[in-house]
């Protein structure tokens, strides 16, 4: 039987979690995929754990980010599917063949995001796919929230890449992930893209995999993540939003700025948070823009619409988990 599926994983010094990742992958029911590992220049042990077990790996000499990597293993990929699998997840035994059969419903589909819910919390979600906001900030849907109430399937902004499945032949289309984002909202931005072209980014409910979370920078929030998010996310509105749609959104996105520093300066970092907004200014005139490339008037009103309503989503999720903690 010939793959259908690439099963890609980013690894960089996660020699604590291969062991759990790859049992998971042993047990599916669906067997008609292959593994890739693309090691990120680890020093853990991590190279040395690989090459005794004989798993198919691209060693990198140096960290090249999440996007290089994956790059990496989505090119050399020969099936027409590739998920996309963090290194700190355990996927259920069901997970590879649900995301098939939920991107095969139709062509339009670029890509599927699963249901992630808390390692070691199930009752928790982590993410139900990926939104995106008239603020300019980009959520998981349902993240902290009760798992049983994220069984339907829906269309969401963007696959969380953590553990999606995509439809290889559309990057050839609108572009891969874009290298010079590192980590940190590459997914968000490839998504955006493809709902630019008219492709579907949807939630599969029945792919379940348990996520750690932040198993590579080792924590929610750090000084490089904060700059690096801020930086990227200057770079996904400037490459994504056409200039009427930054305008409309002008007021919205400043404010979106204005809440985030005086939550990052709680927590210390609002320097940190600052420097990546300037340095995402200084440097996104030399990216290429997508909108530039693909102008449909029609999908850049969708894309306003699902961005008011990712805002109201947004905040009637934030309300229910403050009034939850009650």
């Keep these: 039987m010939d793959n259908t599926a690439t099963v890609v994983i980013p690894n960089y010094n996660g020699l604590k ?10 047990a599916q029911t669906y ?8 090691d990120n220049g680890s020093t853990d042990g991590s190279v040395e754990w690989l090459k005794e077990r004989g798993i198919d790996t691209i060693f990198l000499p140096e960290n090249i980010g999440f996007s290089g990597a994956v790059n990496i293993g989505i090119k050399a990929s020969a099936t027409p599917y590739v998920i996309l699998l963090n290194n700190d997840t355990r996927a259920d035994s069901y997970f590879v063949a649900e995301m098939i059969r939920a991107i095969e419903r139709s062509p339009r589909i670029f890509s599927v995001s699963s249901k992630m819910i808390q390692m070691g919390r199930p009752d928790r979600m982590d993410d139900a796919g990926d939104m995106y906001s008239v603020l300019g900030w980009a959520f998981q849907r349902g993240v902290g929230r009760d798992a049983g109430k994220y069984r ?3 269309r969401v902004f963007s ?7 995509y439809r290889k032949a559309v990057f050839e289309e609108i572009g891969y992930f874009d290298e010079r984002h590192f980590a940190y909202l590459e997914d968000m931005d490839v998504g955006y893209r493809a709902r630019l072209y008219g492709y579907d980014n949807i939630y599969c409910p029945h792919a379940l995999v348990q996520h750690v979370g932040s198993g590579t920078s080792g924590s929610k929030y750090n000084p490089f993540k904060v700059r690096l998010a801020a930086r990227n996310n200057i770079y996904l509105i400037y490459k994504n939003m056409p200039a009427w749609q930054m305008a409309v959104n002008g007021l919205p996105i400043a404010a979106g700025m204005f809440v985030k520093y005086l939550f990052f300066k709680k927590l210390g970092y609002e320097k940190e948070y600052v420097d990546g907004l300037k340095e995402g200014v200084k440097t996104a005139r030399g990216l290429d ?8 008037r029609k999908q850049e009103l ?3 619409l699902e961005l008011i309503a990712g805002t109201c989503l947004y905040i009637y999720e934030f309300a229910a988990r403050q009034i939850a903690k009650f």
């Design 159 to 165: 696959a969380c890449a953590g553990a999606a499945i």
């Design 17 to 26: 979690f291969l062991d759990t990742c790859m049992e998971a992958l042993k």
């Design 152 to 154: 339907r399937s829906r």
């Design 302 to 304: 969708l894309v306003e």
């Design 289 to 296: 823009r997508a909108v530039q490339k693909r102008r449909d």
């Design 31 to 38: 067997r008609a995929f292959k593994v890739l590992v693309i």
